[in-house]
């Protein structure tokens, strides 16, 4: 009776969206296109597939596999199953709270844009990308609505639950979002100059990993973990409602693979339209409100139509990731209710989740992502770079480095492969073995350092 009380996903299909949901998001779609155009375009992508492979799917197999086997979320699981890292499930929970901070204003950002080319479809006139995005930016009360409007979205997906909410969302959403994305791709190849961008992303060449390997290795790492969404118990609490009957290798391979085609094609959409418009995909953060509006504003009529697709699509991406954010803490709440004989109030928790995660992000968005220079000088850095360097700078690659040294070397792989995945079968075990002990250790500590030093803190 708990476990049924507790929910689980109706499907193993419905695992699979709601995972790939989460995984695919901003990270995808707007981090992606721009990270690879300013770091040597197909360098990058060979980089990022082998670390995908060897490192995200031995962390997401660990995560899944870990929340699946106590049927808790991270704060619990890891209170369960270790003695020395009985804390780290705490860095997960402040983490959601951290990167909903400033996900949900680029969220609502999205939004605007949205509405924006809908209203291009009905005449109005479309403006210049990157004037739209200064005065959104300088604007503390449409910046405020839009966030609103967006965690609001995600709020009631949450408030459905686990079957009723998230997976018949994800069921439908990630289909559509990558019909969506088809049509966007067809457009955007087509489109005069953009061969340039295709040759750029798919050209062999590996000069830019002899200029500065250590710098595109440290940028497509940490890139790779917040695709993946790995780090701070998302895929832990997703995995908590998985049935055991499902494989957990078989899923990680699923989840790793999908999120890797959509940030392609999410490439395949953007860096060539970029190209098309002026010659180059490095326009840093701007790419997806600057560069992509511009190019919508001069395809003449269609421009709207193509503009309220690819905007809206992003949203989807962007929702189905904050609701497993939201998810993990929810979570939390509801196995805390749970262990003292209650059955937890999951609307409720939602809303307040909800709502505290709306205050740190009504900061981000009065404060413009850092536009606003008064509102942050007290601090002495923008509030959107404070949350980012705590979550995923500091707490997620820790927080992957401890389960791995948990799974690798406390429990040990022997015990996680009988114990915690119940000896199900697993194909790719040496590979996992040598991940989970040695590579994801040091790689975490890689990606801890190119952040600290992205943020400046170290030299
Ligand atoms: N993976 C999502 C993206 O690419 C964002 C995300 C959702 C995330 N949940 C996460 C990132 C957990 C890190 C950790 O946009």
Same mark, same amino acid.
């Given at each position: 009776?708990?476990?049924?009380?507790?929910?689980?996903?109706?499907s193993g299909?419905?695992?699979?969206?709601?995972?790939?949901?989460?995984?695919? +998001?901003?990270?995808?779609?707007?981090?992606?296109? =721009?990270?690879?155009?300013?770091?040597?375009?197909?360098?990058?992508?060979?980089? =990022?597939?082998?670390l995908?492979?060897i490192? +995200?799917?031995?962390?997401?197999?660990?995560?899944?596999?870990?929340?699946?086997?106590?049927?808790?979320?991270? !704060?619990?699981t890891?209170?369960?199953?270790?003695?020395?890292? %009985?804390?780290?499930?705490?860095? @997960?929970?402040?983490?959601?709270?951290?990167?909903?901070?400033?996900?949900?204003?680029?969220?609502?950002?999205?939004i605007? =844009?949205?509405?924006?080319?809908?209203?291009?479809?009905?005449?109005?006139?479309?403006?210049?990308?990157?004037?739209?995005?200064?005065?959104?930016?300088?604007?503390? &009360?449409?910046?405020? !609505? =839009?966030t609103?409007?967006?965690m609001?979205?995600?709020?009631?997906?949450?408030?459905?639950?686990?079957?009723?909410?998230?997976?018949?969302?994800?069921?439908?959403?990630?289909?559509?979002?990558?019909?969506?994305?088809?049509?966007?791709?067809?457009?955007? &190849?087509?489109?005069?100059?953009?061969?340039?961008?295709?040759?750029?992303?798919?050209?062999?060449?590996?000069?830019? *990993?002899?200029?500065?390997?250590?710098?595109?290795?440290?940028?497509?790492?940490?890139?790779?973990?917040?695709?993946?969404?790995?780090?701070?118990?998302?895929?832990?609490t997703?995995?908590?409602?998985?049935?055991?009957?499902?494989?957990?290798?078989?899923?990680?391979?699923?989840?790793v !693979?999908?999120?890797?085609?959509?940030?392609?094609?999410?490439?395949?959409?953007?860096?060539?339209?970029?190209?098309?418009?002026?010659?180059k995909?490095?326009?840093?953060?701007?790419?997806? $409100?600057?560069?992509?509006?511009?190019?919508?504003? %001069?395809?003449?009529?269609?421009?709207?139509?193509? @503009?309220?697709? $690819?905007?809206?699509?992003?949203?989807?991406?962007?929702?189905?990731?904050?609701?497993?954010? !939201?998810?993990?803490?929810?979570?939390? $709440?509801?196995?805390?209710?749970?262990?003292?004989? %209650?059955?937890?109030?999951?609307?409720?928790?939602?809303?307040?989740?909800?709502?505290?995660?709306?205050?740190?992000?009504?900061?981000?968005?009065?404060?413009? *992502?850092?536009?606003?220079?008064?509102?942050w000088?007290?601090?002495?850095?923008?509030w959107? #770079?404070?949350? #980012?360097?705590?979550?995923?700078?500091?707490?997620?690659?820790?927080?992957?480095?401890?389960?791995?040294?948990?799974?690798?070397?406390?429990?040990?792989?022997?015990? $996680?492969?009988d #114990?915690?995945?119940?000896?199900?079968?697993?194909?790719?075990?040496?590979?996992?073995?040598?991940?989970?002990?040695?590579?994801?250790?040091?790689?975490m500590?890689i990606?801890?350092?190119?952040?600290?030093?992205?943020?400046?803190?170290?030299?």
């Amino acid at each position: 009776m708990e476990e049924k009380s507790r929910g689980q996903w109706t499907s193993g299909f419905g695992f699979l969206m709601a995972a790939v949901g989460s995984a695919v +998001g901003l990270g995808n779609i707007w981090g992606f296109p =721009y990270k690879m155009g300013a770091n040597g375009g197909f360098a990058f992508l060979v980089l =990022y597939l082998i670390l995908a492979a060897i490192v +995200g799917v031995a962390v997401m197999v660990g995560e899944i596999a870990l929340g699946r086997r106590t049927g808790m979320g991270a !704060v619990g699981t890891y209170i369960a199953l270790s003695k020395r890292f %009985k804390w780290v499930g705490w860095l @997960g929970a402040v983490s959601a709270f951290l990167i909903m901070g400033f996900y949900s204003v680029i969220g609502g950002y999205v939004i605007k =844009y949205f509405v924006l080319n809908l209203g291009m479809i009905f005449g109005a006139a479309p403006g210049a990308g990157g004037d739209i995005f200064n005065a959104l930016l300088l604007n503390p &009360v449409e910046g405020v !609505v =839009y966030t609103f409007v967006f965690m609001v979205a995600t709020c009631v997906i949450v408030m459905g639950g686990i079957a009723g909410g998230i997976e018949k969302f994800s069921k439908v959403a990630m289909p559509a979002l990558a019909v969506m994305l088809l049509i966007i791709i067809v457009r955007a &190849v087509t489109l005069d100059g953009a061969a340039a961008g295709l040759a750029f992303m798919l050209k062999p060449n590996f000069q830019p *990993l002899r200029d500065d390997f250590l710098g595109v290795l440290k940028t497509a790492s940490g890139q790779m973990f917040f695709s993946l969404s790995l780090g701070m118990g998302c895929m832990l609490t997703y995995g908590s409602y998985l049935s055991k009957k499902e494989n957990v290798e078989k899923n990680s391979w699923l989840i790793v !693979v999908s999120d890797t085609i959509v940030a392609l094609l999410a490439g395949f959409a953007v860096v060539p339209a970029a190209f098309a418009l002026n010659g180059k995909a490095s326009a840093g953060p701007g790419l997806l $409100f600057v560069v992509m509006q511009d190019v919508f504003a %001069k395809m003449g009529a269609l421009g709207g139509l193509f @503009g309220a697709i $690819f905007y809206l699509l992003v949203i989807i991406a962007a929702v189905s990731s904050s609701i497993s954010l !939201v998810e993990v803490v929810t979570t939390f $709440f509801m196995d805390s209710a749970k262990a003292k004989g %209650k059955e937890g109030n999951r609307k409720a928790i939602a809303i307040w989740v909800c709502v505290v995660m709306m205050v740190l992000a009504a900061i981000t968005a009065i404060d413009g *992502l850092g536009a606003n220079e008064k509102f942050w000088k007290p601090l002495g850095f923008a509030w959107i #770079d404070f949350f #980012d360097l705590w979550s995923e700078g500091i707490f997620m690659p820790l927080g992957a480095l401890f389960m791995s040294l948990m799974i690798g070397w406390e429990l040990g792989v022997k015990r $996680f492969f009988d #114990d915690i995945l119940g000896g199900e079968s697993f194909k790719t075990r040496k590979l996992f073995e040598i991940s989970i002990k040695f590579i994801v250790p040091v790689g975490m500590l890689i990606v801890l350092w190119g952040q600290l030093q992205s943020f400046g803190i170290l030299k």
